[in-house]
């Protein structure tokens, strides 16, 4: 099932029928033990109607209120390398390799709720960067006891110039207003999602493709519980966290993101986040 967070409700998708919760508090409908079977029993006093899901199509926001975004970096392959090439010439390419190995991931603060865009909003890029690429990312949802209730698609934009500069730049590179997007829904499921499935971005300029790949999930180096219990391990969430797992996807270094590019992630199950990059 899908849950999805709009200026007119929560809009609650479950095998192709639409419903409108009740819920009012976005933090304590998503923060629930147990969600897949709280929002199931939820359904049993609920209509459905399909003019919920116009609901969705005007009114959708980001799927988060009272939560911090953190992220993991260098989970996968092709990330070690993009960050290893861009900071060689700093020396700070052996960090990248050697954190891809090490039993600790790198987990860093990405945004708060206010520095998060939802579908179709503007993301944006820094104005002293001159070098930025989108980062499409599984997305974990984790309660306030740690436990993995539920999915959504991550975009983590960031500076590649700043982040190459110095690894002690990073803050900088990564978290920004609008540096952030999530969306379009957090996917919830009674077992965890089909790592087989698949992460696309294809980047539009111009309505004209620029980019496009994709990968599969488990492709990632590190199990999702790990970086979770890492996450958790001294820090507590009273709404629960939003976890970006990392890319596996960075276009060639001769890509920038421009002003007006359409940047759009797809993961199986869970939907497509589209946004803009917005001018400068
Ligand atoms: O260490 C730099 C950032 C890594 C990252 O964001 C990623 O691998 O997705
Ligand atoms: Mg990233």
């Not at 698609?153 to 500076?159: P, R």
């Not at 207003?177 to 499921?189: E, N, T």
């Not at 990968?215 to 009273?238: D, G, P, T, W």
Request: with cysteine; aromatic share 10%; net charge negative.
């Amino acid at each position: 099932m899908k849950l999805f967070k709009t200026s007119k409700g929560f809009v609650i998708e479950d095998e192709n029928q639409f419903y409108l919760s009740n819920a009012t508090d976005w933090d304590a409908f998503i923060n629930r033990e147990n969600l897949f079977a709280a929002v199931k029993n939820d359904l049993k006093s609920l209509s459905a109607d399909n003019d919920y899901k116009k609901i969705i199509e005007a009114h959708i926001q980001a799927p988060i209120k009272g939560q911090e975004v953190w992220a993991s970096g260098v989970t996968y392959q092709r990330s070690k390398k993009a960050r290893m090439d861009e900071s060689k010439d700093s020396g700070g390419g052996d960090f990248y390799d050697r954190v891809y190995d090490a039993p600790r991931p790198e987990l860093f603060f990405k945004a708060t709720a206010g520095r998060v865009v939802g579908p179709n909003e503007n993301i944006r890029i820094r104005r002293d960067s001159k070098w930025n690429v989108p980062e499409p990312e599984l997305t974990l949802f984790i309660n306030t006891s740690g436990q993995i209730s539920g999915y959504t698609v991550g975009n983590d934009v960031s500076s590649r110039d700043i982040e190459g500069e110095n690894p002690l730049y990073l803050p900088q590179a990564k978290s920004y207003d609008k540096s952030a997007a999530l969306g379009p829904c957090i996917f919830v499921s009674d077992k965890p999602i089909d790592t087989n499935g698949t992460i696309g971005l294809e980047i539009f300029r111009d309505g004209k493709t620029v980019f496009s790949q994709t990968i599969e999930i488990n492709q990632i180096k590190r199990s999702l519980e790990e970086l979770v219990e890492y996450l958790y391990a001294e820090c507590s969430f009273e709404n629960g966290a939003f976890l970006m797992t990392g890319t596996g996807i960075i276009p060639e270094d001769s890509f920038s993101l421009a002003v007006g590019d359409v940047v759009e992630i797809t993961i199986e199950n869970i939907g497509t986040l589209r946004n803009t990059v917005e001018k400068k």
